[in-house]
Nanobody, 121 residues
Framework: VQLVESGGGSAQAGGSLRLSCARS????????MGWFRQAPGKEREGVAA????????AYADAVKGRFTISKDNAKNTLYLQMNSLKAEDTAMYYC????????????????WGQGTQVTVS
């Protein structure tokens, strides 16, 4: 499984951006897909996760009510709709996979994409 993120850019506080993560291939070991972010000088943190075969989603407290994770299995694409952006959302955003969505720990995920930068001012 290979992942390629896109859709990052600059936005003003209160604005919106939609990130995409294009996935090549599927494996049961990659049924959970997650979005993560890493700001300069900070550790990578989980943002949201979703099951590709299923409806379960999970969000970090910092983004609940503002971000929405979704998928289009026909297009092999994962999305992250980010609304009401804040300066603290500024980070490099990555997508990654694992078998189950039972943890947000980045160390438990693999197949990392190259990331897409989001800057909120």
């Amino acid at each position: 499984v290979q992942l390629v993120e896109s859709g990052g850019g600059s936005a003003q506080a209160g604005g919106s951006l939609r990130l995409s993560c294009a996935r090549s291939g599927y494996a049961s070991s990659s049924n959970c897909m997650g979005w993560f972010r890493q700001a300069p000088g900070k550790e990578r943190e989980g943002v949201a996760a979703i099951l590709l075969r299923g409806d379960d989603t999970a969000y970090a407290d910092a983004v609940k009510g503002r971000f929405t994770i979704s998928k289009d299995n026909a297009k092999n694409t994962l999305y992250l709709q980010m609304n009401s952006l804040k300066a603290e959302d500024t980070a490099m955003y990555y997508c990654a996979t694992r078998r189950y969505c039972t943890t947000f720990s980045p160390a438990a995920f693999g197949n990392w994409g190259q990331g897409t930068q989001v800057t909120v001012s």
